[in-house]
């Protein structure tokens, strides 16, 4: 896709996930990649929403310290993320069995993402969270089976798939946006990234 955006700086998206990738791109940004190898089960925070900005971070100052000291004169920002899935405020891993999967996939959950940007020229960094609260109709056990039989809700955070066919049509309300579900809060993105540019 050919942005439309100004050609005045270059961004840098610091994660693998095809999902943020495809945002960014929707969002009308010209980008390259890096990724950040962090040991994030070594990050513990007591709230899910200073958990996300420490992991995102901490990604961060990782991707710094690979980048040369002489960044070009054009300004370039790093856009680092992190997100997890909450229930009652308890953070959920990957299930660690069918049990926990089919428990999980019955209840309200919600999404907390962070998105944090750098700019590599001033040092400058600001970060924001965004969450969003999923409800879900009753699940029955025949969708339950089939998730569960497929395999994917095993290995995602909290099991939740909501872009999955068999769990859209039990959705029955999302408070918030999808794109922060996928991963990369939209509005939060602009907002960081247009008060990180001004500090150049």
């Known amino acids: 896709m050919e942005s439309d955006r100004p050609p005045h700086f270059k961004v840098i998206l610091g994660s693998s996930s095809i999902a943020r990738r495809s945002i960014l791109t929707d969002m009308g940004y010209q980008f390259t990649l890096m990724s950040a190898d962090i040991d994030e089960k070594s990050i513990r925070k007591e709230k899910p929403e200073e958990l996300v900005l420490a992991l995102a971070e901490a990604k961060a100052e990782a991707i710094v310290q690979r980048i040369p000291d002489d960044v070009e004169d054009k300004p370039t920002l790093l856009v680092t993320c992190d997100q997890v899935v909450v229930y009652e405020d308890a953070v959920r891993e990957k299930p660690s069995s069918v049990v926990e999967a089919r428990e999980y996939i019955r209840r309200h959950t919600a999404t907390v993402s962070s998105v944090v940007v750098t700019n590599l ?80």
């Open 121 to 200: 020229n001033t040092g400058f960094r600001k970060g924001g969270v965004d969450r969003v609260e999923i409800y879900f109709n009753e699940i029955s056990e025949e969708i339950i089976d089939k998730l569960i039989e497929e395999g994917m809700v095993l290995r995602v955070a909290g099991a939740l798939l909501i872009e999955h066919p068999l769990i859209l049509p039990c959705i029955k309300q999302v408070v918030g946006t999808t794109d922060s579900v996928m991963g990369l809060p939209k509005e939060l993105t602009e907002k960081l990234l247009k008060e990180v540019l001004s500090t150049t």
